[in-house]
């Protein structure tokens, strides 16, 4: 087995955080083991004042990382599984995938306890395309403005007082220690999270079998179940890097159920689905959502978003 393992990582906070994790998790499975760290700035990173859909999507923050695995630097590297492209290029696999942190949105605000508690026209900010759809459904007359950059970054913007209110991932807040931030958690029901949103997963050269046998053993198979039924849901509905798109799969024991929600930019219209079944047919259960949801008429929806965009960048 391999005496040396090197990651291939983002820069950021909390991307250094999580390989950092995955970090500690391997060397702690496998005594000897020494696991170094590359990190590195993608596109994503540095352009920060301008939508992600914009400038090429999720795959800013992998494709760099990735190209460091090509030019034979790195022998993984470490996602956030929700800026992972639904296909990956060819040659590359995912290895393992982690358990799943918290899945939902936190609400911060230095003034209001509650999403409900907002006045009127309140300034809320988040670069989400999904939260703003359901959140705008529920409120709106809330002043909803892009809010890029990483956690730091978005913080310091509210604390300036830009912002009434910005949502973020609760497990990014979680690690990096900042959970006295979090007013509350918005439940799924309020807002479904994005796909495998709180999950970390390891991209590995497919054919280098000795590096899959050192990462296979951090491998959760029930957030594996739970993230192939979420991305198959994604990937039948073609959706792209940044759209208004919402799924939570859960578990318990062998029965998988689904949420799948798609909604306009200004949460006019919200689709909804649910489907149940047993986690032995998670891929085809994701698939089944996306239809119910394409029956609904959210292709029409996508297809507006991306005509909306394309518009945008032309």
Not at 19 to 34: D, I, Q, Y
Not at 36 to 45: E, F, H, R
Not at 157 to 172: F, N, P, R, V
Not at 287 to 296: N, P, T
Request: proline share 4%; charged share 30%; glycine share 10%.
């Amino acid at each position: 087995m391999k005496k040396t393992l090197r990651i291939a990582t983002r820069k950021s906070p909390l991307a250094m955080w999580q390989t950092e994790f995955v970090k500690a998790e391997l060397e702690k499975a496998h005594p000897g083991l020494e696991v170094i760290l590359l990190p590195m700035s993608t596109k994503g990173d540095k352009i920060l004042d301008v939508p992600l859909a914009k400038i090429g999507g999720k795959g800013l923050f992998t494709k760099e990382l990735e190209d460091r695995m090509m030019d034979g630097d790195a022998d993984i590297a470490v996602h956030s599984m929700k800026d992972v492209p639904m296909e990956l290029p060819e040659g590359f696999a995912l290895g393992a995938i982690l358990e799943r942190h918290a899945p939902t949105d936190a609400f911060v605000s230095n003034q209001y306890d509650t999403f409900d508690a907002l006045p009127q026209g309140a300034i809320l900010g988040t670069s989400s395309l999904r939260r703003k759809a359901q959140l705008m459904a529920i409120r709106p007359d809330l002043d909803v403005r892009d809010l890029r950059g990483n956690v730091g970054t978005r913080l310091g913007k509210l604390d300036a007082g830009e912002y009434d209110a910005i949502i973020l991932a609760t497990a990014g807040l979680q690690r990096l220690g900042l959970d006295e931030r979090i007013r509350h958690e918005l439940s799924p029901e309020v807002c479904l999270p994005a796909v495998t949103q709180g999950t970390i997963g390891i991209e590995y050269f497919a054919k280098d079998t000795e590096t899959l046998e050192i990462i296979q053993v951090l491998n959760h198979k029930e957030t594996e179940i739970r993230t192939t039924a979420e991305r198959a849901m994604n990937h039948h509905l073609e959706g792209g890097c940044q759209v208004p798109i919402g799924v939570f799969a859960e578990l318990d024991g062998d029965d998988l159920k689904m949420r799948g929600l798609v909604g306009t930019l200004d949460g006019s219209e919200i689709l909804t689905a649910s489907i149940e079944g047993k986690a032995e047919q998670a891929q085809e259960l994701g698939v089944d959502l996306a239809k119910k949801l394409l029956a609904q008429g959210a292709k029409a929806i996508l297809d507006e978003v991306y005509a909306n965009d394309a518009h945008n960048k032309g």
